[in-house]
């Protein structure tokens, strides 16, 4: 009887040690932990705490573009749409809370300058058609609008495929950004290193 007993509760036990063990990893495997492929996810605390000690690069890609959806135009069918101009509203005042001070860049894209200008309405868009070009030449390109900024934090619009560029030169991995998914990169030394995804909870 005794031995059924403590056969009883060792099984109980083991039942609630796989179960918290399921629990803890379906927790790792949240949006907020890492992606699948490996890239670091950080909220817009730890990009403020990472601008305190170096000019930060944000790199956003546009909102949903209007030749792809079925959703309405916000005008220019090359743009995007209301739902992506409300969208970049709403990432730019949860991005604004943390990090006010910062210039503001796109691409020479009709869709990243109407995302950009929705992102801030209070800041002036400056537009660079080199964030169209995406490559090895990025970072100079990227370095170059720090320079005009004088080393303050810097948001760009730009496009997925400089993104994913950016990814897998940085990190070797595969990344494939949504509408307003974005990247977070500082300079030290002289080097632009790739922290990893902004998160927004």
Known sequence: M?????RSVKSKKNIAILMMAFVIMAGLNTRLAWSSNGLPRIDSETVAAIAQQHPVVVLF???ERCDRSSNECLSDKT???VNGAYNARAR????????KDYDLYSSNAVRTIQSATWFSADKKVTVDKNMQECGH???????AL????????VVIF??????SYIVKDKRG????PDYLDSLVMHSENGKLILDGELVFR
């Open 2 to 6: 005794l031995a059924l007993t403590l």
């Open 61 to 63: 890609r546009h909102a």
């Open 79 to 81: 743009g995007i749409t």
């Open 92 to 99: 730019g005042r949860a991005f604004s809370e943390k990090m």
């Open 137 to 143: 030449r990025i970072y100079r390109s990227i370095e």
């Open 146 to 153: 720090q320079a005009k900024s004088q080393n303050k934090n």
């Open 158 to 163: 730009t496009h997925n495929h400089c993104l």
């Open 173 to 176: 991995v595969k990344f494939e």
